[in-house]
């Protein structure tokens, strides 16, 4: 016989104390049950039953309703901690000169960093955020801070006029300590978040990038911007390339740990190819395939100034940007007829959904529709 009874297990904080908390329908059977756990106690501000967590008394919950009811524990359970991606150095944030006038992210919120394998944006995003913080309540204790101190921050984003973007990753980065360094899934999982902005990706026309590429200052410049468009990289992307990812037999560019932990393979261009093999020779690469003058990953603001001012040698008033080479081969692609579900592969998009954005920029339908003034 099927069970239907069921328990939702959740991370609760009460007086600075760890707690499990015990979701369920009202029901005779698990009243009596949940009055057998230790000292089971209701809290009125999360609407649930409480019990202090430890293992002991997590081993006790499982025997107590195993064949009773089914225990949910999928936001109780951490996630396990990705191996396989190359560590992320955060060191340089411990070496920062200290103030007694600001507070900095606690030590578990980088060694967290470290061991999930965030990547460098996303950690260099979320301390910048935390600080702002826990900076904006600096006489209180972070684990102090409830439901409503977080809401009236995120008030205090609002009236900065920050954007939606900007507002969720300060959401992110505060639910990151609370859920994952202090092991508390869904502990703020009422905090509201807004409504996310949609927005079009930038594109510029094939005869742009071509002025780009050929504006370029040297052989490495123009590979750098070569690349970037013709595989539909991302800077990071770009960055991370190594020596033996560019395989010339196959025509194709294996890209590394990407967004969401990925691997994945692009199109590597025969003209590039060309253009890379005279680079190799006059550059010399060590292990990255673009490396900074004293070796080791090229840096990110290179790559943008490179844009920057190829750009400009090229008399683009628009801002350009590395990622807007990306959405132009993307966008290109589509008008050139390349079904949704190989762009999507290309550019590692975990969701269709993500791709079909470019069907709103491509041009190749709209051409064929008629002004109404030129009838």
Not at 70 to 75: A, F, H, R
Not at 231 to 257: P, T, Y
Not at 321 to 326: E, I
Not at 346 to 362: M, N, R
């Amino acid at each position: 016989m099927a069970i239907s009874k069921h328990i939702t297990l959740k991370h609760l904080l009460i007086n600075n104390q760890k707690m499990i908390g015990i979701q369920f329908y009202p029901d005779k059977v698990i009243h009596a049950l949940i009055k057998q756990l230790p000292n089971p106690r209701w809290s009125q501000e999360f609407a649930m039953v409480y019990i202090i967590n430890t293992k002991q008394n997590l081993n006790i919950v499982f025997n107590k309703f195993r064949g009773v009811a089914l225990i949910n524990g999928n936001s109780f359970f951490r996630d396990k901690i990705l191996t396989e991606n190359e560590p992320v150095d955060i060191s340089w944030y411990r070496k920062r000169m200290k103030s007694n006038a600001f507070k900095y992210v606690p030590e578990n919120f980088l060694t967290k960093l470290e061991l999930k394998r965030y990547a460098l944006n996303t950690c260099k995003t979320y301390i910048s955020h935390f600080e702002k913080f826990i900076n904006h309540y600096f006489d209180r204790e972070i684990l102090t801070l409830s439901e409503n101190e977080i809401r009236e921050y995120i008030q205090f984003l609002i009236r900065q006029n920050k954007s939606n973007s900007y507002i969720n990753q300060s959401i992110n980065s505060i639910k990151f300590y609370f859920e994952v360094v202090m092991g508390m899934p869904n502990r703020f999982y009422s905090i509201e978040r807004p409504r996310k902005e949609f927005k079009l990706p930038k594109v510029i026309s094939k005869e742009e990038i071509l002025s780009l590429i050929a504006n370029t200052n040297n052989i490495k410049h123009k590979c750098i911007i070569s690349l970037l468009y013709s595989a539909g990289l991302r800077r990071s992307e770009l960055l991370n390339l190594k020596l033996e990812d560019i395989d010339s037999k196959r025509m194709l560019i294996f890209i590394r740990n990407t967004k969401g932990n990925k691997d994945r393979h692009s199109l590597l261009s025969k003209t590039i190819l060309k253009d890379l093999r005279i680079y190799y020779k006059e550059w010399k690469p060590k292990e990255y395939l673009f490396e900074g003058q004293k070796g080791g990953k090229y840096s990110t603001t290179s790559v943008e100034n490179i844009v920057y001012k190829a750009a400009k040698k090229a008399k683009i008033y628009k801002k350009i940007t590395p990622h807007m080479l990306r959405h132009s081969f993307a966008t290109h692609l589509l008008e050139n007829g390349t079904d949704l579900r190989y762009i999507q592969v290309l550019l590692g998009h975990g969701s269709s959904k993500t791709t079909e954005i470019y069907t709103q920029v491509a041009t190749n339908n709209l051409r064929s529709i008629k002004n109404p003034l030129d009838l």
